[in-house]
């Protein structure tokens, strides 16, 4: 079965069963009809995939894997902050009337800074040092910028990516990541993200000469909404499939000139697709 359905259900059982509830208390999120949206909450959830194994796609419900890698290249490759250059509707909550969700996600992917080497931004400069100086220990991105969390529609949720190359004896380099979140809803988020993060090792492994190995996530606050709780549970006790096989097509050499459609995930035997869950905003 599964790797990813094991973390997933492991996760949320304890999240259920081991969790502060936040009900009764100040809490920012609000539901469509107003109330405030509480949760059950746990402290510094860590989960580790190994790419090399298997691709960690959930099979309890389907991940839209061309959808959830549109929106990491949105991000990681166009560089954008409005919703009319991203082919869904998942960040329309968030946007103004230009449709701009403000100085946040690909705005701060996209703000150039000087290095030695030259004006550089944060997805190029991670390309340079991966092909350049491999084992370097300053490949990261950041994007919670203080100064100007203020003119973001929504603070970053998945933050930081850390790369870190590794190379066995007599092997070639392999690629792995830190994947940083501050809060993740569990239903809708979790592997949504941890799908595109595994997509994004994939394609800069391959793009620098390597093979893509470890992914690890860190979530400082992994939540269930309360209104989540019976479709979590619902899930726990799903039937669960084998992983799917992931696809990058290979002739693809610069990160730039990938697309949704250089992915796909084969053999993806899945249970019910969940439709209207609730969105806390």
């Known amino acids: 079965m599964s790797y990813a359905d094991k973390v997933f259900v492991e996760m949320c059982k304890d999240i259920l069963e081991n969790g502060m509830s936040t009900e009764g208390e100040k809490v920012r999120p609000k539901w469509e009809d107003g109330t405030s949206a509480y949760t059950i909450k746990k402290f510094a959830v860590v989960n580790r995939y190994d790419l090399s194994k298997e691709f960690p796609a959930i099979t309890l419900r389907k991940t839209a894997i061309k959808s959830c890698t549109d929106e990491m290249l949105w991000i990681w490759q166009r560089k954008s902050n409005n919703i009319h250059d991203l082919n869904s509707s998942i960040w329309d909550e968030w946007a103004d009337e230009n449709g701009s969700i403000g100085k946040a996600y690909g705005y701060q992917m996209g703000v150039k800074h000087s290095y030695k080497e030259g004006m550089?931004?944060?997805?190029?400069?991670?390309?340079?040092?991966?092909?350049?100086?491999?084992?370097?220990?300053?490949?990261?991105?950041?994007?919670?910028?203080?100064?100007?969390?203020?003119?973001?529609?929504?603070?970053?949720?998945?933050?930081?990516?850390?790369?870190?190359?590794?190379?066995?004896?007599?092997?070639?380099?392999?690629?792995?990541?830190?994947?940083?979140?501050?809060?993740?809803?569990?239903?809708?988020?979790?592997?949504?993200?941890?799908?595109?993060?595994?997509?994004?090792?994939?394609?800069?492994?391959?793009?620098?000469?390597?093979?893509?190995?470890?992914?690890?996530?860190?979530?400082?606050?992994?939540?269930?909404?309360?209104?989540?709780?019976?479709?979590?549970?619902?899930?726990?006790?799903?039937?669960?499939?084998?992983?799917?096989?992931?696809?990058?097509?290979?002739?693809?050499?610069?990160?730039?000139?990938?697309?949704?459609?250089?992915?796909?995930?084969?053999?993806?035997?899945?249970?019910e697709q969940m439709k209207n869950i609730p969105v806390a905003v």
């Open 120 to 271: 550089m931004d944060q997805v190029d400069r991670v390309i340079f040092d991966l092909k350049h100086n491999p084992f370097s220990r300053r490949i990261m991105t950041n994007i919670y910028v203080h100064a100007d969390l203020h003119e973001m529609n929504l603070y970053p949720c998945a933050y930081s990516m850390t790369f870190n190359v590794t190379q066995k004896k007599g092997e070639g380099l392999t690629l792995n990541g830190i994947l940083n979140q501050r809060s993740q809803d569990i239903l809708t988020a979790n592997n949504w993200n941890v799908c595109q993060y595994a997509v994004l090792l994939h394609m800069l492994a391959q793009v620098c000469g390597m093979k893509a190995g470890e992914l690890v996530h860190v979530i400082a606050d992994a939540h269930i909404y309360d209104r989540h709780i019976p479709l979590v549970k619902e899930l726990i006790d799903r039937e669960q499939h084998p992983a799917p096989t992931f696809w990058l097509n290979p002739k693809v050499k610069d990160f730039y000139d990938f697309t949704p459609e250089d992915v796909k995930l084969e053999n993806y035997v899945t249970g």
